[in-house]
């Protein structure tokens, strides 16, 4: 049972095989470890690990496959704020992913869990990012990656509107929020006239937040 695993310190061992040389392994240890994961219990243990993980499926050499088991284990371990502190320090490695289109939609997903946390919003916001992230909202994307950053907008948009004076830093996420605010807004309205029933309701619901 997964009591007796957690008893005997098998979290421990199976996160272990996270470095493994083989990138099956990793990805199969990472799954594993996911799926532990859905135990409460088992989330308090795996927490103290996840700066090991982010580690693992950062680098530009990481196998595409571990990072998305790497992804969902954390992604699992962000649905509540509880653990959030870890990532302290990870996010400009765990940024990046969001650039690949084999890790892009996930994530994402553990972006918009950590932007939903006022704590993490600010480090979020000074992220660099180029003005290509607006293609994400293309009408002709991917309808999960383009929701999945309608709701990382809105989870931002009120901390941009409370921005202090001095302004943003050139090239973060922050700025492209403030300075090209008209932008974003044009490109969210677009969507409310998206096929996609849930996508067009989403836009408007960021746009309000604006």
Known sequence: SQ???RAVGGLGVIMGCISNEDAGVREQALNTLNNLAMNMANQEVLQEYIPQVVRTIAGSDAHPDVQVAGLRLLTNLTVTDQYHGQFAGTLPDLWPLID??????????????LSGNADMKADILSLPVASSFLRLLEAEGSVEVTSRVLFLLKNLAATTRAADEDGAEPGSLRALLLDGRTEVCA??????????DGLRETASSVLGSF
């Open 3 to 5: 009591e007796e695993i």
């Open 100 to 113: 690949s289109d084999n890790t892009q939609l996930q994530a994402l997903k553990l972006f918009v869990n």
């Open 187 to 196: 490109s969210v309205y677009r969507l409310t006239r998206h096929e996609d």
